[in-house]
Structure formats: C-alpha cells, structure tokens
C-alpha cells in the first residue's frame, strides 16, 4: 500500500501563488517519476511538472516560467510551487508516482484562482 496525500490548495486571486504539497507513505526516491497532473471541468487531465528519480524535470508549456516543482527526500513530499496564477490555472491538482509501469494517484486537492 502506498498512500500520496496532496494538500496546499485553495482558492486564490490571479497573480497569486500556491504551494501544493504531495506526501508520501514512503520514500518518493522509490519511485521512478513523480509529478503533478490537473484537470479542469470538462477537460482531460493533464501533465503539469513531472520530476525523475534523478532530479530532472519537465514543464507543460503553458506553466513554464510560472510554476516549480521540488522535493523533500527526507520529507518524502514532492512540492508544486505555482506563482503568477491564473484564472485558467483553475482544476484539480493530483500527484502522481509511477514506478514499473504502475501509477499512485493522490486524491487531489482543489485550486479555484479568481477575483
């Protein structure tokens, strides 16, 4: 059993920030690609920020610039940071880790940007 526990959502006004947390159960270094995924109404969810066990990263385009995604090893919690938000930034975050071909979802966490 491995649980992933997003948090750090919430509603925010455009320009705002966010940091969204994604605890694991156990070490994230277990897994092989660890990474944030959305998805708005009506939408497909889609790849935000993914990170490897080796530390490198990759961007969907539209938050490039805009977003960070980190880690804590010793916290086992992978972060997203998110500045400069927008109204279209608005969905359902989860984390992802995927490791031999197998996925662990979190449940997601709800980010509203609006005035």
């Known amino acids: 059993q491995v649980d992933l526990v997003e948090s750090g959502g919430g509603l925010v006004q455009p320009g705002g920030s966010l940091r969204l947390s994604c605890a694991a159960s156990?070490?994230?270094?277990?897994?092989?690609?660890m990474g944030w995924y959305r998805q708005a109404p009506g939408k497909q969810r889609e790849l935000v920020a993914g990170m490897s066990s080796s530390g490198s990263t990759n961007y969907a385009d539209s938050v490039k610039g805009r977003f960070t995604i980190s880690r804590d090893n010793a916290k086992n919690t992978v972060y997203l940071q998110m500045n400069s938000l927008k109204p279209e930034d608005t969905a359902v975050y989860y984390c992802?880790?995927?490791?031999?071909?197998?996925?662990?979802w979190g449940q997601g966490t709800q980010v509203t940007v609006s005035s």
């Open positions: 156990r070490s994230i270094l277990w897994f092989n690609t």
């Open positions: 992802k880790g995927w490791r031999m071909g197998r996925d662990y």
